[in-house]
């Protein structure tokens, strides 16, 4: 039998009796990073268990060697460095593999980084999509993030230290400075930081202090809030400009030109468009 096996994404107590029975049972132990596991093992007093790594760049190759140990009846439990297996992390291809050949992975639930931010979001009645990681190149965000422009759910993405900057930088620039984020950071472990602003101001708050700029971060973008009477607060130079821009360009770019032109809130810019094709 095998399990998939969440383990904790900061505070090491963060798992379930269950999965530490299975665990202490395991004839083998799938580790992302053997010496990070061995860390969590060893403080829950669960020694001499046989490591084998089992990471993206080897997936494939181990995945064949698993089949062979189930058909020796050993007992197999996969878990990566923090968190839910599968889940932005490896373990996804070795069920792939379990499923083809008949054989069914048994989860055990528990800590999950964007399960745990989402939980104490406020979100009520709100349906939200895990994209995981963004594009490394800037353009390559900017167009994912332009797909989320209108969208009526909530997005959640994991981003790393060096790039979480940019990539607000990015979602000021596509999605606007009013658009709401919540943002967790170092989640359950000593400095955790976990922040609900519109994000301008999170991008403000990101760049005034450093320490805010390390470890690993999750972001929940909030639904664009609907605004109400939008042709009611735009000029009538605003909305004449808009509505011929856009007969010609994409909404995010007629919105651009037109605020550059005849200035207005990018979000009410945008939503007016919103209404209009919805009209």
């Known amino acids: 039998m095998l399990y998939i096996c969440a383990t904790p994404i900061g505070n090491l107590d963060d798992i379930s009796l269950r999965a530490l029975e299975i665990l202490t049972k395991a004839d083998i132990i799938l580790c992302e990073d053997t010496r990070n596991s061995q860390k969590l093992l060893n403080h829950h007093g669960i020694n001499q268990k046989r490591l084998i790594a089992l990471h993206d ?142 994000a301008g101001e999170l991008l403000d708050f990101v760049k005034s202090d450093s320490n805010q700029q390390r470890g690993e971060f999750v972001l929940i973008i909030l639904p664009q809030l609907k605004i109400k009477n939008t042709e009611e607060q735009l000029t009538a130079e605003q909305i004449s400009a808009l509505n011929i821009i856009a007969a010609e360009l994409p909404s995010k770019k007629a919105v651009n030109l037109t605020n550059k032109l005849f200035g207005g809130n990018k979000d009410l810019l945008y939503q007016y468009l919103l209404d209009l094709k919805a009209d």
């Open 57 to 198: 760049h080897n997936e494939n190759e181990i995945s064949q060697k698993v089949l062979e140990w189930l058909n020796q009846e050993l007992l197999i439990v996969q878990i990566s460095d923090a968190g839910t297996p599968g889940i932005s992390d490896p373990g996804a291809r070795l069920c792939n593999v379990l499923h083809a050949n008949q054989i069914t992975p048994h989860p055990l639930p528990g800590a999950c980084a964007y399960i745990s931010l989402l939980s104490v979001s406020g979100l009520v009645d709100t349906p939200s999509l895990f994209h995981g990681f963004l594009p490394n190149k800037s353009s390559q965000r900017q167009k994912q993030l332009n797909l989320w422009l209108g969208v009526e759910y909530a997005v959640a993405i994991y981003e790393s230290p060096h790039r979480i900057v940019d990539s607000l930088s990015d979602i000021v620039q596509c999605l606007g400075t009013t658009r709401e984020i919540v943002m967790g950071r170092e989640l359950t472990k000593h400095f955790e930081t976990i922040k609900k602003l519109p």
